[in-house]
């Protein structure tokens, strides 16, 4: 039996008993959670599924060294006892990725290149030739956490964050990340028993993500490669088992169910859910939430609404009391989950919340709130033997910390008076100063719309070969043109197919203005 060694999931802030979860259900071992990762041990399987099913995880880490380093030359000096030559071989290039938390070190540029030094020098004094150093494709991706004097030099299997799933043809500026999304779905415990809305959906991330979790799709069928499939030691007949494995994989009764307001949107999302092989699962419309009508099916929400952190939005409260009176007329007896940032705008809302999440969406710390919706009086309901706040939930609760009432709240969000309708056909959108978080998609409110052209790839022309092929160029270019098995495989499980004019479409056809995301 292959030794187990130890591993490292990171994510964000708040999605950590939600990875823990899912580690554990994957067959990890010495599942422990820490800030935004949550270690634990297990094979080369285990590895290669943690980056290929993971729902809520970023990166996957292989720590190799443990060590104090309370200077740089301590630094140095342990970074050069590590024997490179079985990590990195001859004519192949590195990187070096630095998080840092410690006040002898304060720069993490600094950190890279003490490492690469380390790692550098000792190939020049043991062989005479050096590596390359690649910082846009590298063969082995190795990364340094420090927390004061303490460092874990680890090397990095996953390449590219595991929030690019690569089903993302086209986006709106800022898309919710998709691991979030996921994580957010997760939390609902939403496990596809239901039909599933998000009447905010932008460019369709929250839908996809939810059809990959109905489905139990493991979110690295869509990936072209993984950083360990570089390693020396990299397994391509067990990578194959797992990738061509869809033994797990179940049948969704339900259907999914997506609508925006702005029709750039709409078509967005449209394209993403085509590129993700999920037409059968997932219907996109434009429509707007205030003529949301009861669905004819028991249904959840989860919805994203706008924050007014960098668009100016007069009617940003009176979207939000809007949001409150449909949820309360038209969704009695369901269960609705909202992403938010101000106290301010959940005050509108008006409901009470069952349970509130603190999450990072990007920089913001936002709340994720759940709201158990009934018809009447709650006086009526709770005779009745209902339950709106279930004993998990004051658990819950009990756990999390107070959402903070100190933010400012804007005077530029100011609504206007005599605008308690809800509609919102004046907006002023303010682009931001600089786009650099998208570019780890991991940035926050904005809803300027840029779309960005991409080819499109359809996953219906995606195929890969399960017979093992001598060329790793060759096998990578073939899992990227996976082609769409689910849907096929929808058609034989009986799978529900969407019809534009059945009732349960649920909101009407009439056209109004709102900014969103998904």
């Given at each position: 039996?292959?030794?187990?060694?130890?591993?490292?999931?990171?994510?964000?802030?708040?999605?950590?008993?939600?990875?823990?979860?899912?580690?554990?259900?994957?067959?990890?071992?010495?599942?422990?959670?820490?800030?935004?990762?949550?270690?634990?041990?297990?094979?080369?399987?285990?590895?290669?599924?943690?980056?290929?099913?993971?729902?809520?995880?970023?990166?996957?880490?292989?720590?190799?060294?443990?060590?104090?380093?309370?200077?740089?030359?301590?630094?140095?000096?342990?970074?050069?006892?590590?024997?490179?030559?079985?990590?990195?071989?001859?004519?192949?290039?590195?990187?070096?990725?630095?998080?840092?938390?410690?006040?002898?070190?304060?720069?993490?540029?600094?950190?890279?290149?003490?490492?690469?030094?380390?790692?550098?020098?000792?190939?020049?004094?043991?062989?005479?030739?050096?590596?390359?150093?690649?910082?846009?494709?590298?063969?082995?991706?190795?990364?340094?956490?420090?927390?004061?004097?303490?460092?874990?030099?680890?090397?990095?299997?996953?390449?590219?964050?595991?929030?690019?799933?690569?089903?993302?043809?086209?986006?709106?500026?800022?898309?919710?990340?998709?691991?979030?999304?996921?994580?957010?779905?997760?939390?609902?415990?939403?496990?596809?028993?239901?039909?599933?809305?998000?009447?905010?959906?932008?460019?369709?991330?929250?839908?996809?993500?939810?059809?990959?979790?109905?489905?139990?799709?493991?979110?690295?069928?869509?990936?072209?490669?993984?950083?360990?499939?570089?390693?020396?030691?990299?397994?391509?007949?067990?990578?194959?088992?797992?990738?061509?494995?869809?033994?797990?994989?179940?049948?969704?009764?339900?259907?999914?169910?997506?609508?925006?307001?702005?029709?750039?949107?709409?078509?967005?999302?449209?394209?993403?859910?085509k590129a993700a092989g999920l037409t059968q699962l997932i219907t996109v419309e434009q429509k707007d939430f205030k003529d949301f009508t009861k669905p004819a099916e028991k249904s959840l929400i989860i919805m994203n609404p706008p924050y007014g952190e960098r668009i100016s939005t007069p009617n940003l409260l009176a979207t939000y009391?809007?949001?409150?009176?449909?949820?309360?007329?038209?969704?009695?007896?369901?269960?609705?989950?909202?992403?938010?940032?101000?106290?301010?705008?959940?005050?509108?809302?008006?409901?009470?919340?069952?349970?509130?999440?603190?999450?990072?969406?990007?920089?913001?710390?936002?709340?994720?709130?759940?709201?158990?919706?009934?018809?009447?009086?709650?006086?009526?309901?709770?005779?009745?033997?209902?339950?709106?706040?279930?004993?998990?939930?004051?658990?819950?609760?009990?756990?999390?910390?107070?959402?903070?009432?100190?933010?400012?709240?804007?005077?530029?969000?100011?609504?206007?008076?005599?605008?308690?309708?809800?509609?919102?056909?004046?907006?002023?959108?303010?682009?931001?100063?600089?786009?650099?978080?998208?570019?780890?998609?991991?940035?926050?409110?904005?809803?300027?719309?840029?779309?960005?052209?991409?080819?499109?790839?359809?996953?219906?022309?995606?195929?890969?070969?399960?017979?093992?092929?001598?060329?790793?160029?060759?096998?990578?270019?073939?899992?990227?043109?996976?082609?769409?098995?689910?849907?096929?495989?929808?058609?034989?499980?009986?799978?529900?197919?969407?019809?534009?004019?059945?009732?349960?479409?649920?909101?009407?056809?009439?056209?109004?203005?709102?900014?969103?995301?998904?």
């Open positions: 039996m292959e030794q187990e060694f130890e591993l490292i999931a990171k994510t964000f802030m708040g999605l950590e008993p939600v990875l823990a979860q899912e580690l554990t259900q994957m067959g990890a071992n010495n599942v422990q959670i820490g800030r935004r990762m949550v270690s634990f041990t297990g094979n080369k399987e285990t590895m290669y599924r943690a980056n290929f099913q993971l729902h809520t995880a970023i990166r996957i880490l292989k720590p190799i060294a443990h060590f104090k380093a309370r200077s740089a030359e301590d630094m140095y000096d342990e970074v050069k006892k590590i024997d490179w030559s079985q990590y990195i071989m001859k004519g192949k290039t590195f990187s070096v990725d630095s998080v840092v938390y410690s006040e002898e070190f304060r720069n993490s540029r600094f950190v890279t290149y003490k490492v690469k030094d380390a790692i550098v020098d000792q190939f020049r004094e043991t062989t005479g030739t050096r590596p390359n150093i690649s910082v846009s494709n590298p063969d082995i991706r190795l990364n340094i956490h420090i927390a004061e004097d303490k460092a874990t030099l680890s090397l990095d299997s996953s390449g590219e964050s595991l929030h690019r799933r690569g089903y993302r043809q086209e986006s709106v500026e800022a898309p919710l990340n998709e691991v979030l999304a996921a994580g957010m779905i997760l939390m609902s415990g939403w496990k596809g028993d239901t039909d599933f809305i998000d009447p905010m959906c932008g460019s369709g991330t929250i839908l996809i993500e939810a059809a990959l979790i109905a489905r139990n799709i493991s979110p690295g069928v869509f990936r072209k490669a993984f950083a360990f499939e570089k390693w020396p030691d990299f397994d391509q007949g067990l990578f194959d088992e797992i990738y061509n494995d869809d033994s797990q994989e179940k049948a969704f009764e339900h259907h999914i169910y997506g609508y925006d307001i702005d029709m750039k949107a709409v078509n967005t999302a449209r394209l993403n859910v009391k809007m949001i409150g009176e449909r949820l309360k007329h038209e969704f009695g007896g369901n269960e609705a989950w909202i992403l938010s940032y101000r106290e301010e705008c959940f005050d509108q809302i008006g409901l009470k919340p069952s349970l509130k999440i603190p999450v990072y969406n990007g920089s913001l710390e936002c709340e994720f709130r759940k709201y158990s919706l009934f018809e009447g009086k709650m006086k009526a309901f709770r005779a009745e033997g209902g339950i709106v706040k279930t004993a998990e939930d004051k658990r819950e609760m009990a756990q999390k910390h107070r959402f903070k009432k100190n933010r400012e709240f804007k005077k530029r969000l100011e609504e206007e008076s005599n605008n308690e309708a809800g509609d919102i056909s004046s907006l002023s959108v303010l682009k931001p100063k600089s786009l650099k978080e998208e570019s780890n998609n991991e940035a926050g409110d904005i809803r300027s719309f840029t779309f960005h052209k991409h080819e499109l790839e359809s996953f219906e022309d995606r195929k890969r070969n399960p017979r093992r092929r001598d060329d790793r160029n060759e096998r990578s270019e073939q899992r990227g043109k996976r082609d769409n098995r689910f849907g096929s495989r929808d058609k034989r499980k009986g799978g529900k197919h969407f019809d534009k004019g059945t009732k349960r479409s649920n909101f009407n056809q009439e056209r109004s203005h709102f900014d969103e995301e998904d």
